[in-house]
């Protein structure tokens, strides 16, 4: 078998925005949020169903996965490969957004279900050390929990480290599956998981067609590409501050040496910049 890169914008949505496959995304939901017994969710309807481009080669537009159980209560699972500028008002933002869009401006507000956000995050994020963390809005003094319908779980992938055999639960098991995956050639044993065996049999690219192992590699490489942009960006942001501090440095006096020792500058990006300043 060869396994999909879960993390994968196209391998992302066709496992877990399979209309088809509910039971994984059932499967997944129960285990990162603990639910058992009659709180198990039993039905989703997959919102945003998984669909590829209709352009070869366009960028898709849905980013993450949205559901809706039995009862009502929204959720979004979405995976975040880099941490981007603002990632907490977005989330919180969108959170908000589906809570409120549920309702027409003539609509009672007791009709409001709860929204359930998951973050999948390829970086650490939060300064738990907890590879799983569960965010409520409780009162500050008394932790008491009144306002129940936003809720946020974040999955941080850098923090799980637990190997094949050290696996005992399933939310280990799915967090194993979405971080692993790509690197195995059989599926684990033990799985004693109907949806998760499923995600496996779906994340192996040897059954997928043409067209999605086309649109799966494209990701893949406007990913490197956004990656790269982003680390140029941030290197041009670090030369620019060693310019900054160089700069003040240089109209205050101070000698090519000690520049250089400050900021690392090269000899000849110092004498540069000493003669744009004397030529402003």
Known sequence: MQFADITNDIAFRKI??????TEILISFLNAVLKLEGIKQITWVEILNPYQLPRIAGSKATILDVRAKDKAGNSYIIEMQVTDKKGLDKRITFYSAKGYASQLDASENYYKLKPVIFIGILN????QNPNYLSRHLILDAETQEHKLKDLEFSFIELPKFNKTEQELTTLVEKWIFFIKNAE??????KNLDDEGLEIAYQEADRHTWTKEELEEYEYARMRETDEIARELLVEEKAKMQEKLDIAKKMILAGSEDDFIYQITNLTVEQIEQLRRVISSS
């Open 16 to 21: 877990f925005g399979n209309e088809a496959k």
């Open 183 to 188: 690197n195995l050639t059989v599926i684990p």
């Open 123 to 126: 970086f650490e994020y939060m």
